[in-house]
């Protein structure tokens, strides 16, 4: 059981034997003389008054009623015994009324306030007695001052028991100090008990004097006074109740804002924090490689930068920039496919990072290209058997999909030093560097000056070569293709020159790569193209032998591939009119087999075109024999390199003969390449080689020589064999020997 039950069952036990002590104290002063029908209607106008009549004021608990005025009315009248009975009667019927109404009043309440009501009239009775011991002769002389005391008295003692005892109920139910509930909620009552008193003495009056208009005006007043007022608190009520609803919708509104505002707040720490992971994210990419997730290029340059302040501010910053490059990654990628070269990439990447330190830092560049720093060295030495070791690493083999594949890398070294202006810079020499271990067959190549010379020299080749084709600098020379059973002119190769304004004759091997890599080649090649077909045309009527001669062009890799390839062919037949078929285009091995598939429909098109086709280098490059017989071909041109070798009848020199079974067997005609003497032109027409070029017969030349040579009819027949003018080429059986092996 709570405590303020305990209070409350404490306050029943105290004023219930009270009560009925004051009840057992009015019954027995009740003779039934006194029950007059006064006393019966005053009665009823109280119940009826307390029942009906009542106002509740507004916020508070108090109910505004006339049955205390009546009350009191009844002491002055009736005495306090009469006055106590029709309390108990009033209270109790109240409280009935109050249940009928379904006010949910618990029973003790109801105890407490009939008990209350009681010892309040009981306690009002005996003050007025107890200073006025016969208030009747008061009355009934009509001592107003004495009157006026009485009603005081009895109001105030009415206010007093009445508020007290339902101020001390009041501070035990809310657990509040009786002394804040009674000034706040009991106090103010005071008014209306003295108002009640006033009211009684006026009644009395009226009763006493028989004054039915006085009584009447009271009763009027009261009545007026009472719609006034119900209408006044009815007022107060609803604007109450409406403040409270707009205070509720305020409330719920606020509310409302509220979670519209933690929604948002929430909203935007989540975007915040989305916004920074996107923000770290893009920070990542741009510093790092998406494929190995190394730094790249832009983080490299990053750290360089500080490298290189550092060095400036003379603090202890040895370091090393090595730029690496995968061989035949091209290869592999477009053969094996690019799944294969992006796992190849990755597994390079994880053999660099394994190689480092902490300190140092590798990154990937783009494609196959890696750059790594290498921070506070001892010695120089230090970069350089790192770079030794690396590259051996790198070469080991790569197991892909359960297939292994070699690669090895290119190494370039640059020493970081203060006097580098920019990190860039740095890079940029090792790059130089990486590009002379490649043309010098090294594994790694350390950065010197004069690298950065034949660099820049390059460069300026570069730029020169652009202008080069807007002012026609290129030259064509002519080198004689020979029928090897007569020694007869069949055609010409077209070898291209530079006559450079400053350096003279530039050989194609210098700028044949750099118009490559700059683009240049395509519209080289169709400059050449056309010069060369509109040369052999002008040449047909002097052929020596009087049969038709061909003229072979050389067609870069890089244009292979170039979509505009078979349009520029067509254009070239149809504005110099050469006869397709006298017209050959010589592609070397690598640039077909580099992407077969692809290569077989080109070829295919350009064959329509009615032009033939050469395999140039034959032997040296990447071949595939599966591929070969789908090639359309025509022609397949063994390199110097093996014909040369033909002299010291050696291992190489079978290879000869190998290629030109092969060819027999594909049918396909057979060039020799780089036949420098006779015993070489005896070896190959022994063989069955079709054609040949090379030194024996002639050096490329410039038009006006080739002119001179088209005169001499019987220019190359001293070197054919006396007794055998015309050979019988090679018997078919050695050729499907070889074939067969
Ligand atoms: P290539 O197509 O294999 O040309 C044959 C090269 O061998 C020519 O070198 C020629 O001068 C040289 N040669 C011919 N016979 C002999 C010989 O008996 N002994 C020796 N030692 N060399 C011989 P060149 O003219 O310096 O051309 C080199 C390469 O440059 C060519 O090799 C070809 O790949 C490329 N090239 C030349 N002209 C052109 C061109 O107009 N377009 C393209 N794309 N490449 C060209
Ligand atoms: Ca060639
Ligand atoms: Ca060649």
Known sequence: MQRKDTYVNIMLA?????????????????????????????????????????????????????????????ILMYGGEIAVMIAVIETAAASVNLMRQGVAIRVKTHLINVSVATLAVFAAAKAVTLIFPSPELILQRGELTSLIWILGVMGLSLFLVNSILVAIYSSIKSERPFWRVWTGNCSDSVMMYLSGAVIA????????????????????????????????????????????????????????HVHELEHYVAELERSGSALRESHENFRHAAYHDALTGLPNRNFFIDTLRELLQKSRENLESNFAVLFLDLNRFKTINDSLGHSIGDRLIKNVAKRLSGMVRDEDMVARFSGDKFGVILCDLLSKE?????????ARRLAEPYTLDGRQVFTSAKIGIAYGNSKYPEAEDIIRDADIAMYHSKDHEENYVIFDQKMHIRAVTRLQLETDLRFAIERNEFELYYQPIVGLDDSSLVGFEALVRWNHPQRGLVPPNEFIPISESTGLIIPMTVQILNSACKQVVAWQHRSPSGKPLSIAVNLSGKHFGHPALVEQIKTVLSETGIDPSYLKLELTE???????????????????????????????????????????IDLLKVDRSFVSAMEENTENGEIVRTVIALAKALKLKVVAEGIESVHQFHQLRI??????????FSKPLPVAEIERLLDDNTRWQNILPASNATVVPQSREVSQLRLAQ
């Open 382 to 390: 230090e970069a350089t058997s790192f770079a030794d070791r690396l």
């Open 14 to 74: 105290v004023l219930t034997p009270l009560a009925l002590g004051a009840v057992w104290w009015a019954a027995s002063g009740i003779g039934s003389a006194r029950i007059e029908s006064g006393v019966i209607t005053l009665t009823v106008l109280t119940v009826f008054c307390s029942c009906y009549l009542r106002i509740q004021l507004p916020r508070v608990s108090i109910y505004l009623t006339i049955s205390d005025a009546l009350i009191m009315l009844a």
């Open 687 to 696: 063989l069955g080689c079709e054609y040949g070029q090379g030194y024996l």
């Open 201 to 256: 003495g006026f009644l009395v009056k009226a009763v006493d004097q028989n004054n039915l208009t006085l009584f009447a005006a009271v009763i009027g007043g009261f009545g007026i006074v009472y719609l006034t007022f119900r209408h006044f608190v009815e007022d107060v009520k609803k604007t109450v109740e409406k403040a409270k609803q707009a205070e509720r919708a305020r409330a719920e509104q606020a509310e409302g």
């Open 590 to 632: 690598s640039a077909v087999m580099e992407n077969a598939e692809t290569a077989i429909l080109m070829l295919k098109q350009i064959k329509e075109t009615g032009v033939q086709i050469s395999i140039d280098d034959f032997g040296t490059g990447y071949s595939s024999l599966s591929y070969l017989h789908r090639f359309p």
